[in-house]
């Protein structure tokens, strides 16, 4: 077993590519510390000191000791190797088939899947949704043109808001949600057969089944349960569901209000330290979070 290192997870409880890495670390019996950030309300992956760590300002962030991780899939990758012989990946045979499903997960977007479920089901917040990601590219496009700290990547990040709102708009979203639903149903058909108890790769666990545990906890709260119509999934998601690492992951089967109320007001202690240069003497230390552009 390879030497603990001190890790840091940077992540939101509800936060979908979150639960991939809290998934993976767990899995992979890793310690680390929670810094949970508030990505909905006070948006802290958009604050300058969180752009340092991740300049696409996207949750999770995995940070240690000479190490930035800045993707779930990296995070995953991560894991892997730290796990050594405990998961699936550990077997060179098997590891480019388990790397063509962690990639075939990372091309659904589930952010869309998730969106146009919400929207289907509750058309009078089209105009909402439409009104909050036109203000954040506005706020995005106006933080850029009075920042010299990394301009691009504000105005990449307005450009990607500018795209969900064409992907949750431009068509109906029960157009959308019928186009995510055969997009998931192709992906779960290809996925191998599972022997009963096994998992996706045989006995041991791999990243293949961290993405489909999260996958499916997700199409269970979305209750688009039923596109998981094989016999050998279903079970193999009971099976996976009993899992100690499940359950101390916090893979969200369901909205979990108070957590997600809780996480709003601890965010705010987040730390997010900034790698600035140590204060001249007589200057303030910097803070942890600098101040709005
Ligand atoms: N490819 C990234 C995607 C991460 C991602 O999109 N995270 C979402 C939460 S699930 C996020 O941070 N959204 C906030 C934002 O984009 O402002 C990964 O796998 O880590």
């Given at each position: 077993m390879p030497a603990p290192v001190e890790l840091e997870l940077f992540h939101a409880p509800s936060s979908y590519y979150s639960m991939v890495a809290r998934l993976a670390l767990v899995e992979a019996h890793l310690p680390w510390i929670s810094r949970v950030l508030?990505?909905?309300?006070?948006?802290?992956?958009?604050s300058d000191a969180y752009r340092l760590l991740n300049p696409g300002m996207t949750v999770p962030t995995l940070r240690g000791r000479d190490l930035v991780l800045t993707d779930s899939i990296e995070i995953l990758a991560f894991a892997a190797t730290q796990a050594g012989c405990l998961w699936?990946?550990?077997d060179p045979d098997l590891r480019g088939k388990i790397t063509a499903v962690v990639q075939e997960h990372a091309a659904l977007s589930i952010e869309t899947l998730t969106f146009s479920k919400l929207l289907a089901s509750n058309p009078r917040l089209v105009p909402f949704v439409a009104r909050l990601l036109r203000g954040l590219s506005h706020n995005l496009e106006r933080r850029a043109g009075c920042t010299?700290?990394?301009?691009a990547a504000l105005r990449a990040k307005a450009t990607q808001n500018r795209e969900r709102l064409q992907r949750f708009t431009q068509a109906p979203a029960a157009e959308t949600l019928r186009a995510m639903r055969a997009q998931v149903q192709g992906f779960l058909q290809r996925l191998p057969v599972v022997a009963p108890d096994q998992w996706l790769f045989g006995a041991r666990i791999s990243r293949a089944d961290v993405v489909l545990a999260v996958l499916i906890a997700r199409l269970v709260m979305v209750e688009?349960?039923?596109?998981?119509?094989?016999d050998d999934l279903r079970q193999w998601w009971s099976r996976y569901q009993r899992r100690p690492a499940f359950a101390a992951a916090e893979?969200?089967?369901?909205?979990?209000r108070g957590r997600f109320l809780q996480a709003l007001l601890m965010a705010p202690c987040t730390p997010i330290l900034s790698p600035a240069p140590p204060a001249a003497p007589g200057q303030a230390p910097p803070g942890l979070q600098p101040p709005p552009d």
């Amino acid at each position: 077993m390879p030497a603990p290192v001190e890790l840091e997870l940077f992540h939101a409880p509800s936060s979908y590519y979150s639960m991939v890495a809290r998934l993976a670390l767990v899995e992979a019996h890793l310690p680390w510390i929670s810094r949970v950030l508030d990505i909905h309300l006070a948006r802290q992956q958009l604050s300058d000191a969180y752009r340092l760590l991740n300049p696409g300002m996207t949750v999770p962030t995995l940070r240690g000791r000479d190490l930035v991780l800045t993707d779930s899939i990296e995070i995953l990758a991560f894991a892997a190797t730290q796990a050594g012989c405990l998961w699936a990946d550990d077997d060179p045979d098997l590891r480019g088939k388990i790397t063509a499903v962690v990639q075939e997960h990372a091309a659904l977007s589930i952010e869309t899947l998730t969106f146009s479920k919400l929207l289907a089901s509750n058309p009078r917040l089209v105009p909402f949704v439409a009104r909050l990601l036109r203000g954040l590219s506005h706020n995005l496009e106006r933080r850029a043109g009075c920042t010299d700290r990394d301009p691009a990547a504000l105005r990449a990040k307005a450009t990607q808001n500018r795209e969900r709102l064409q992907r949750f708009t431009q068509a109906p979203a029960a157009e959308t949600l019928r186009a995510m639903r055969a997009q998931v149903q192709g992906f779960l058909q290809r996925l191998p057969v599972v022997a009963p108890d096994q998992w996706l790769f045989g006995a041991r666990i791999s990243r293949a089944d961290v993405v489909l545990a999260v996958l499916i906890a997700r199409l269970v709260m979305v209750e688009e349960w039923a596109l998981v119509q094989r016999d050998d999934l279903r079970q193999w998601w009971s099976r996976y569901q009993r899992r100690p690492a499940f359950a101390a992951a916090e893979v969200w089967t369901g909205f979990r209000r108070g957590r997600f109320l809780q996480a709003l007001l601890m965010a705010p202690c987040t730390p997010i330290l900034s790698p600035a240069p140590p204060a001249a003497p007589g200057q303030a230390p910097p803070g942890l979070q600098p101040p709005p552009d």
